[in-house]
């Protein structure tokens, strides 16, 4: 019983982060429609900052407010570089750009902070709890909670705010929020602002749990969309719901049934997902006609 | 009686609580124009959906040349003689006119992968034939001078009646058009009757949703009305006009 | 008159052009062209015939595929693995892997297809990535992480490939052959119903185009074409690990794609060239290298969607209408449209 519940408090950190990234993909989806494959490396980007800032002695309270402000702005001139000029573009060029700004960003990431992969302490020491048998990094509680914070204040910010309400609409549908004078535009931007903050933030309280590398991004950045596809694309909880339901499948299959095949079970689900539920989630595109 | 070319029997479609289109039963002749007419969102394109197989039908049948095709997927209603133009233009826009017509002649031709791999002599031959047809289907419309103009470049006008030289390529025995005269001039208009005309001269049944009344009471030979997705009249123009559920469901609306 | 005999010449042009290319790209080793530079265009060339199946799909039938290194995996391993673990000569294993990929191309094509945009393309990398964990973790048969040493020279019965030369003009052949083929297919009935479902699929399968078979036979072939590029890439390198055929490499084949233009089938070649020598060209810059591919990707997509293949066509339009002062665009001008129409 011991080993199920550290499997199940293992797959619900790792499924928080999937979570994270899983929001800030859904967010830039459903506003823009753009599948950002550079989600991953707002992650990295997070860390990284949130090392260098440790590295120049700065306390956490004031190096995680940097690092999500400089996060911030690197959302915004996302979109304004690669985004906007690409904006009528296919979808297929859409997601190539982002496919070349996550490349960019790793050669910046690899150019500043090298090859090696770099780790922090935790933030509130290295000690474990520990409740009976079960053994709980402090981290853990870090992770969560930041988890917690962030659906709490994305659900405040997007159902009691003018702001938040006006780019759920311009999500739902964007011809009506523009004619009743919603700026499309702004929630774009915001969107990719807002994503990169979220993705940043979940990398920074990641890193003292794993390693962080340059080129780390791509793969959790996957997952993220694993975890919006599990939990419904177009809703903007859907991340949240489908990573952590990500996490303690991973768990459970790496506890259960072999660690070295984590990933791969990971996406044999999705493959299964997209072939059973093609309608749900294409919404029977093809039929519209 | 003789037997309909095409022949739809009850047939229904429901979007979600939208009863688009409510047990329609439609018969269209061999060799003559039918009207399909109604108000907007009377489930006239819906209709035209089922027929070609873009949309699956809730009830009802659909018979063409005598043979079932209830629940055909599109190309193979496009293979048993039926082909269509679309009121929002589904034109290949990255492709020159003649290639988009050319694309209409997949029905009859044959080349597969191993000829088509080898640039045989079948395929020469065969290339040749599409390549002629095209022109004489763009010629048609009226369009031979536009053939190697991307499809994407050409006016509204040129683009609607390319829709219809491409669903001629097909050698189609029944071809329904989806409001082919909305946004073209009076000039226009008048030029598209003629086509039509010699379209159905030529032994191609005709089936046309239409919103020009004066249109549909010049160029048909019968007209079927829709309202709400119901059918409440089907006979001559001139009965129709006359037709007082019609004039209070259609005409009284004030639409030209 | 004199209109039309130019519009011929320039006709014969683009399809004779890219056979000009090939022939002074043949005759360069007799020239004296140094070793190194003939392994990187033999590179080049095994590479390309990837490339080439993702401009099928990408270019020509407009699916957006993310796991052609999966199938290159396949076709490397099989190769691998027959010749070093069974000592099966090199073409028994190559025709094997063939069969194997195409196998697996439909089921996996039939599973995948239904899927459209970014569904297609995020299940496409997960066939890629899950390719990638299988090689590592089943470690008997892949050797794991650190790969399969000692795959052996090409060999066509007693003649063995090995020198450099050699290999180069046989893959060479391969891409011209590769080329020869697809630029027919793409002319004819088959292609011309690609091209259509990538500009509209209801519209295409209303005019009798079995759309779901189609995409299945442009997807099927793109798998085999890569396949063949995986076997040759193991002979070529004399060894193969998973991260050589893994995910990243699917991203890096189809920014080659992208880069050169897809649909236009020698754009993409144009990618594939660069993005090898490209490295080798700016070595001292080794530091920046992920940022310059990044850059160079960033700016020909968004600025022309046509890729390379797309900004080559609009010079070449605008200088010769500087020079004759004649607008003649075969297709109607504009450097998106000409670069997505494909070579005649």
Not at chain 1, 156 to 180: C, M, P, Q, Y
Request: proline share 3%.
């Amino acid at each position: 019983m011991d080993i199920f519940w550290q499997i199940i408090i293992s797959g619900i950190t790792s499924g928080s982060i999937y979570a994270l990234v899983g929001l800030g993909l859904g967010l830039i989806y459903n506003v823009s429609k753009v599948i950002n494959l550079a989600q991953g490396e707002f992650l990295t980007f997070g860390a990284l900052l949130l090392v260098s800032m440790i590295s120049f002695k700065l306390p956490l309270i004031i190096a995680i407010p940097i690092v999500l402000v400089i996060a911030a702005l690197l959302g915004l001139a996302f979109e304004r570089l690669a985004i906007r000029p690409a904006w009528q573009s296919s979808t297929t060029v859409l997601l190539i750009t982002t496919l070349a700004v996550s490349i960019i960003l790793k050669g910046i990431a690899m150019l500043i902070w090298g090859k090696d992969p770099l780790s922090l302490p935790s933030f509130s020491g290295e000690v474990p709890l520990k409740l009976g048998e079960v053994v709980i990094a402090t981290q853990t509680f870090w992770v969560i909670g930041v988890l917690l914070i962030v659906a709490g204040l994305s659900w405040f910010f997007f159902n009691r705010t003018l702001a938040g309400k006006a780019i759920l609409a311009v999500a739902e549908n964007r011809d009506a929020s523009a004619l009743v004078g919603i700026n499309n535009r702004l929630a774009v931007q915001v969107s990719f602002a807002l994503s990169a903050l979220v993705g940043a933030l979940a990398g920074a309280v990641v890193t003292p749990i794993t390693f962080v590398s340059y080129d780390g991004g791509t793969m959790i950045g996957l997952k993220g969309f694993i975890a919006l596809t599990l939990g419904g694309m177009e809703s903007i909880w859907g991340g949240i719901v489908g990573g952590l339901i990500l996490g303690l499948i991973e768990a459970l299959g790496a506890g259960y049934i072999s660690a070295q095949f984590k990933d791969l079970l990971a996406f044999i689900l999705l493959i299964m997902l997209l072939y059973l539920r093609p309608a749900g989630i294409l919404g029977g595109a093809l039929k519209k006609g | 009686m003789k037997q309909a070319l095409l022949s739809i029997n009850d047939v229904s479609k429901k979007f979600g609580g939208l009863q688009a289109v409510d047990e329609v039963s439609l018969q269209v002749q061999k060799g003559q124009i039918k009207a399909l007419v109604g108000p907007n969102g009377a489930g006239k394109t819906t209709l035209f959906n089922l027929i070609t197989g873009a949309h699956l039908s809730d009830q009802g049948t659909i018979a063409f040349s005598g043979k079932d095709i209830t629940g055909s997927p599109p190309h193979k209603v496009n293979e048993y003689g039926m082909a269509r133009t679309f009121q929002i233009l589904r034109l290949f826009n990255k492709l020159t006119a003649l290639e988009n017509v050319k694309v209409g002649c997949h029905r009859w031709t044959k080349v597969g992968l191993v000829h088509g791999c080898l640039r045989t002599s079948v395929v020469r031959r065969e290339e040749k034939i599409i390549t002629e047809k095209s022109m004489e289907c763009l010629e048609r419309v009226g369009l031979a001078d536009s053939a190697h103009k991307l499809a994407g470049n050409l006016p509204l006008g040129k683009r609607k009646l390319l829709e219809v030289a491409r669903a001629l390529a097909s050698d189609p025995e029944l071809l329904l058009l989806d409001e082919p005269a909305a946004g073209l001039n009076d000039k226009e208009t008048d030029e598209l009757l003629h086509r039509i005309w010699a379209i159905r001269d030529s032994g191609v049944t005709v089936l046309i949703i239409e919103h020009n009344m004066n249109l549909v009471m010049r160029l048909s030979d019968e007209v079927a009305v829709l309202n709400y997705g119901r059918k409440i009249a089907d006979g001559k123009p001139a009965e129709i006009q006359n037709n007082p559920e019609v004039i209070s469901a259609y005409l009284g609306t004030g639409v030209s | 008159m004199i209109v039309q005999l130019w519009a011929k010449f320039r006709n014969s042009l683009a399809s004779w052009g890219i056979w000009l290319v090939f022939g002074l790209i043949l005759v360069l080793p007799l020239v004296g062209l140094s070793e190194h530079y003939i392994s990187l265009l033999t590179l080049s060339a095994v590479l390309a015939l990837a490339v080439l199946g993702i401009d099928l799909l990408m270019g020509y039938t407009g699916l957006l595929s993310l796991g052609q290194a999966g199938f290159m995996a396949i076709g490397a391993y099989t190769s691998a693995i027959l010749t070093v673990r069974y000592g099966v000569g090199a073409i028994p294993a190559l025709i094997a892997a063939q069969a194997i990929t195409l196998v697996t191309a439909v089921f996996i094509g039939k599973a995948v297809l239904r899927l459209k945009g970014y569904h297609l393309a995020i299940a496409t990398l997960a066939f890629s990535v899950i390719m990638e964990q299988l090689l590592v973790n089943l470690r008997n048969l892949t050797g794991g992480p650190s790969g399969l040493a000692g795959v052996p020279s090409l060999s066509v019965g007693q003649i063995s490939v090995t020198g450099g030369q050699s290999l180069f003009y046989l893959c060479m052949f391969a891409v011209m052959v590769a080329i020869f083929l697809l630029k027919n297919l793409t002319n004819c009935r088959v292609g011309r119903a690609w091209q259509a479902i990538a500009g509209d699929e209801l519209a295409a399968a209303t005019l009798s185009i079995n759309t779901d078979n189609f995409k299945l036979l442009a997807f099927v072939i793109s798998a085999c074409l890569a396949a063949f590029s995986g076997s040759l890439y193991a002979h070529y390198m004399h060894f193969i690990a998973p991260e050589m055929v893994g995910m990243q490499a699917s991203l890096n084949l189809v920014v080659m794609t992208a880069l050169g233009g897809a649909g236009t089938l020698w754009g993409p070649l144009l990618g594939v060239v660069l993005l090898t020598f490209l490295p080798d060209f700016i070595a001292y810059l080794q530091n920046f290298q992920l940022i310059i591919n990044g850059l160079v990707l960033l700016i020909s997509i968004v600025f022309f969607p046509g890729g390379l293949a797309g900004l080559l066509t609009y010079l070449y339009n605008m200088i010769v209408e500087r020079l004759f002062g004649r607008k003649e665009y075969l297709n109607g001008g504009g450097t998106k449209n000409e670069a997505s129409s494909p070579v005649n």
